[in-house]
């Protein structure tokens, strides 16, 4: 004789990250949103969905004189990945990735030598690297690619 069924027999729960993602996914959605909103947005499901996959978010939105770090990240291999963050609904204007310019990666890099500096950054690596995160709302939904050592 089997358990007796439960109202949740049969179905699956989310697992947290997951329902984090998709909530996200669904304000992405949004097309009104204006675009400073937008690209906060894609920061936010960007960090969420390298979570999900196994990355430690260090820090985000961090400034310094040369601009800001989207995302700072340690991946599952223990490389801090600086990770750049380009969100669009659209590509009419382009691939989002073609946004960080020569002039953008030269301050990236400059702010990511100040993180790596500031002593409370201290952490266990085994390399460091520029990636480029893109986020672009396609059929109603937000599709992620990541450019591991984009530049």
């Known amino acids: 004789m089997g358990q007796p069924e439960t109202a949740t027999s049969g179905m699956q729960e989310t697992p947290p990250a997951r329902a ?15 675009t400073r909103a937008l690209g906060a947005l894609g920061e936010d499901y960007t960090a969420a969905w390298l979570r999900e996959r196994g990355w430690t978010v260090l820090d985000r939105n961090w400034r310094s004189r040369y601009g800001e770090l989207d995302i700072v990240a340690l991946d599952p291999h223990r ?22 310019t020569a002039a953008k990666q030269a301050n990236l890099r400059r702010a990511g030598v100040q993180w790596l500096l500031d002593p409370s950054h201290r ?10 995160a893109t986020v672009v709302v396609r059929g109603g939904r937000p599709l ?8």
């Open 20 to 34: 984090g993602l998709d909530a996200l996914a669904d304000r992405l959605r949004d097309g009104t949103l204006a």
């Open 79 to 100: 490389v801090i990945a600086f990770v750049e963050v380009k969100t669009r609904r659209t590509l009419k204007h382009g691939l989002p990735q073609e946004a960080v």
């Open 123 to 132: 952490i266990a690596h085994t390399g460091v690297r520029f990636d480029v």
């Open 144 to 151: 992620v690619h990541l450019i591991e050592g984009a530049f």
